[in-house]
């Protein structure tokens, strides 16, 4: 019985492996970071001082919104893996 699970969690581990270093994923992730910073650039260089602006009055959901919007927009494109000598 411990060798089935061993198995399948060895199966699982290479699934996450290769979802996590395919194209499009680091692509999205990119996305994320790129997404965030610009949500805190905004939030510093153009933000809201009366405090009554909902997203751009808290630094935590300006960062949260550009991150959102950021992977969205990155998430449009997709990107064809590449095929592997194995596989052509």
Known sequence: M????HHSFIIMMDKIKIWFTSRNTLKNFA???????AGY???INIGCTSGTCAITSNPYMSVLWGAAIGYLVFDLFKLKD????SES
């Open 2 to 5: 411990n060798s089935i699970i």
């Open 31 to 37: 996305g994320l970071l790129l997404g965030a910073l």
């Open 41 to 43: 650039l905004y939030y």
């Open 82 to 85: 590449k095929k592997t000598a």
